[in-house]
């Protein structure tokens, strides 16, 4: 835990605490990831799509280069397509700027290297010279330093313990001092003045994250005509003698060119301001949050700057310590007109010494003989995601090496108040911007290996120490220590164009980020499971494959997953490796264990071409070839309701009990209809509806569904003799007559009641020149193109639709699956029931 520790909590405590548990018991929510934009921001390398480089193209024989342009960015990782491709997306590749040849506009020429358009590009423009001189005329080049090889270090590992910088004093603008990093925790420093090396913590050291305005590279003060002196508080510790040698050490500071660019890229502009010396307003003191009084500018020291200084009737004037006085520009945080507190309903806390009952602005202002800062001096204010009851991690600014769980109380406009928990002794709301630097999302300190300070739980709770399986929760005690290369996991990527197996949804695997980590084996690997799981067609059946038998050897650290389908949340303890050696064979056998392709995710990342050569599968194929040796149908994952004769069984005998692996929260009727395609992309395995004593979901409510099921995929079966067929003729249910095959959304058999699913009638017949059984994804996206729903044919492509799946999609699947509205699901599944009714009457006869 590196050291850190609240005091009077025990390790254990700190393990026990679990966000997504607190999140339930509490019924809150947590504040969105991307409201906190200054955590994004710190794994951003400055390059942004729209930029365009020159690359390497390997493909070509002598590799000349050419230009491309950025689509996207995921940490060190960018998504680029060749200049002269414009909207057409086939060419794109992923290169690491580690490791990749990516160079500013106009270095090739500058260097004699060979310049030309690869193959793709010359069959598009055959004028491609033309093509080049208007891309390098553009002025949208990436800058030239963001591609230097210290290239793609984020300012986690360029501010490593160590370095230095140079930090703006707070209340005089002309004056800053150096410091020294002694840690970085997710891009949160903790500084030492330099100076003051065997002294005490406190004022000697200090917490900032990195992007706060008076951090600044090693140089800063020089370069900006700013005289290096050490802060007022700190000059008494040694003498003037002394203290100028320290400021002589602290000019022969290497500078770091890297670094520099670094924190100079992402400070914003300071807007000019137009603020009088004497104006009064409304402040927060930043020494203590938690309240607002009438404060007022003492001193204006330019168009950007100024100083206020909170107002003390006291007869105190020279109390311009830390919190009195703090240096201001427009757009600073905690300052507001008068009146703003009276507006939002919020009280005026009136400065020491004022007397009178109540604190009026008008009277104030007549007695101090001077005038309020006008409204249009202070900035529009901008939207955010914060509401009242939102859970977040927050900084307590009167102990700052500790982070709280913290709730939001209280919304007004810009700002927010929140109630720090955990605290042994209680203290007032705290006060604080929406875009304040001291304020992060839920899980940020376990990301970071940093210790949270959390409610502490009642004793009764914390009896549970060893590692137990419960029906409710998994209480599992596990070392976290982040500095142990051992149990430290490489980054795990997503390579999502690698085959996504019958469970995974091709589409959301495809919006996942580029990779994971790297950080805590543990940690890394339970976010990437978690993100699959919530991928899936059916999380439920997903965290079903993943979860521990109880028979399984245990060899790693069980770790408690939910899912969410259909309204139920489910849990499952799952295994997860703890060290760094069996990280890539975890991600390999868990990819087989989801019978999609062992390069789905892993440490290795797919650029061109998987090894695997997934890219000719299709789901069906896939499931018969490689899957899990069952019976099964086309395309359906293993365990599904459509294995009649594992149904047979299950209306004979109960299941195996496994209550403490796999636990649906919530009792509730579970009558529902299963009418999920199997190949299509979905899979459609049995229901995951589970009550609370494990038994499966009744689903008498589809029995009419199945059966025609049943019988329209023996006929499929019967009609490709030279094929061979994914599965076996199904096991006719021996208390069911059969009946002849035909369309299941055309039965009108009168022995049985009408299908309480949407009755779709064809428009027209169809008459087909193949049976749809022998169709690839492609010629299934042709049939599509050809029909009024042509646009959703980049979804069957997407998804890998074949022929035999294509069969198997009616009106339930198509909505859920394809995350289509009624209207345009409807649509589609007229043409679907015209190629199903076309290929009983003319194949399956």
Not at 49 to 72: F, H, K
Not at 80 to 86: D, F, I, N, P, V
Not at 581 to 610: H, Q, S, W, Y
Request: hydrophobic residues 30%.
């Amino acid at each position: 835990m590196r050291g850190h520790q609240h005091e009077g909590d025990s390790a254990q405590d700190v393990l026990d605490f679990n966000w997504d548990d607190y999140l339930e018991e509490t019924g809150a929510l947590s504040v969105p990831h991307h409201a906190f934009k200054h955590v994004d921001q710190d794994m951003q390398t400055g390059l942004s799509p729209g930029m365009r480089l020159e690359v390497c193209v390997r493909s070509e024989p002598d590799q000349p280069y050419w230009v491309a342009n950025i689509i996207t960015t995921c940490g060190q990782l960018l998504l680029l397509r060749y200049e002269g491709y414009q909207d057409d997306r086939r060419a794109d590749f992923w290169c690491d700027i580690m490791t990749s040849d990516l160079y500013p506009l106009g270095w090739s020429r500058q260097h004699g290297k060979t310049m030309r358009a690869p193959e793709g590009v010359r069959e598009k423009h055959q004028d491609w010279e033309a093509l080049l001189e208007k891309a390098l005329a553009e002025e949208n080049g990436a800058p030239a330093n963001l591609l230097e090889p210290l290239r793609g270090r984020d300012p986690v590992e360029l501010l490593s313990a160590g370095c230095y910088v140079e930090l703006q004093d707070s209340v005089e603008l002309g004056q800053a001092w150096a410091a020294e990093v002694e840690e970085n925790v997710g891009g949160r420093l903790k500084l030492r003045l330099v100076g003051t090396e065997g002294l005490p913590d406190t004022p000697a050291t200090l917490w900032l994250f990195y992007l706060h305005p008076r951090i600044h590279p090693p140089g800063w003060a020089k370069e900006n005509g700013r005289t290096l002196v050490p802060p007022a508080e700190l000059l008494a510790l040694r003498t003037e003698k002394e203290w100028e040698e320290v400021k002589q050490r602290i000019s022969e500071l290497p500078q770091d060119e890297a670094l520099s660019a670094e924190l100079s890229k992402d400070q914003p502009v300071i807007a000019p301001h137009t603020f009088k010396e004497g104006m009064k307003l409304e402040a927060v003191d930043p020494a203590a949050p938690i309240s607002i009084r009438p404060a007022t500018i003492t001193k204006v020291f330019n168009e950007q700057y100024f100083l206020v200084k909170m107002d003390d009737l006291c007869g105190i004037e020279d109390s311009e310590g830390p919190g009195r006085s703090f240096l201001c520009h427009r757009d600073s945080p905690g300052i507001f007109p008068t009146q703003w507190s009276l507006k939002n309903g919020l009280t005026l806390c009136p400065p020491p010494g004022y007397q009178g009952p109540d604190f009026d602005w008008a009277d104030y202002l007549k007695q101090c003989e001077t005038e309020a800062a006008p409204q249009q001096c202070f900035p529009t204010q901008i939207e955010h995601s914060f509401k009242e009851g939102m859970k977040l991690e927050a900084v307590n600014p009167m102990s700052p090496e500790h982070v709280h769980v913290a709730t939001v109380t209280r919304v007004k406009g810009q700002y927010i108040w929140l109630s720090l928990e955990g605290l042994k002794t209680p203290m007032p709301e705290l006060i604080v911007h929406a875009d304040s630097l001291d304020i992060f999302p839920v899980s940020w300190c376990e990301t970071n290996g940093y210790p949270l300070v959390h409610p502490i739980k009642p004793p009764a709770e914390k009896e549970r120490k060893i590692a137990v399986v419960q029906p409710e929760k998994v209480c599992v005690c596990v070392s976290v220590g982040q500095g142990n290369g051992k149990y430290c996991s490489p980054k795990i990527y997503f390579n999502h164009r690698c085959f996504s197996g019958p469970y995974l949804n091709k589409g959301r695997i495809a919006e996942l980020p580029q990779f994971i980590g790297p950080g805590n084996c543990v940690l890394v690997l339970k976010e990437v499971l978690t993100l699959l799981i919530n991928s899936a067609y059916k999380p439920s059946r997903v965290l079903r494959e993943l979860q521990l038998d109880q028979e399984s050897r245990w060899q790693g650290h069980g770790e408690t997953l939910k899912a969410k389908y259909k309204g139920k949340s489910y849990r499952a303890t799952v295994e997860i490796v703890r060290t760094a050696d069996r990280v890539a064979d975890f991600c390999r056998k868990t990819c087989i264990k989801l019978e999609c392709c062992p390069n789905l995710f892993g440490p290795r990342m797919v650029l061109e071409r998987c090894s695997e050569n997934c890219s000719v599968l299709t789901k069906t194929k896939y499931t018969y070839y490689y899957g899990k040796k069952k019976s099964k149908r086309v395309g359906r994952p293993p365990g599904g309701h459509s294995n009649l004769e594992g149904v047979v069984k299950r209306r004979g005998r109960r299941r195996k009990r496994r209550k403490q692996l796999f636990v649906h929260k919530k009792r509730r009727s579970s009558a529902s209809v299963d009418n999920t395609p199997a190949g299509s992309p979905q899979g459609s395995g049995e229901e995951e509806d589970l009550d609370e004593d494990d038994s499966f979901s009744d689903d008498s409510g589809s029995e009419l569904q199945d059966d025609m099921q049943d019988d329209s995929e023996q006929s499929v079966s019967k009609s490709q003799p030279t094929t061979p067929s994914p599965s076996p003729p199904a096991t006719p249910r021996p208390t069911r007559r059969r009946r002849k095959p035909r369309s299941p959304s055309f039965s009108d058999d009168e022995n049985h009641p009408p299908s309480p699913k949407v009755r779709i009638e064809p428009p027209q017949k169809l008459c087909l020149e193949t049976s749809p059984l022998e169709w690839s994804v492609t010629d299934v996206v042709r049939f599509i193109r050809t029909t009024d729903c042509a646009p959703l044919a980049r979804i069957f492509l997407d998804q890998e639709i074949d022929g035999q799946a294509l069969l198997l999609l009616n009106l339930p699947t198509v909505q859920e699956c394809m995350d289509l509205k009624l209207g345009p699901a409807i649509k589609l599944c007229h043409h679907i029931e015209r190629v199903k009714l076309a290929f009983y009457q003319q194949f399956a006869t």
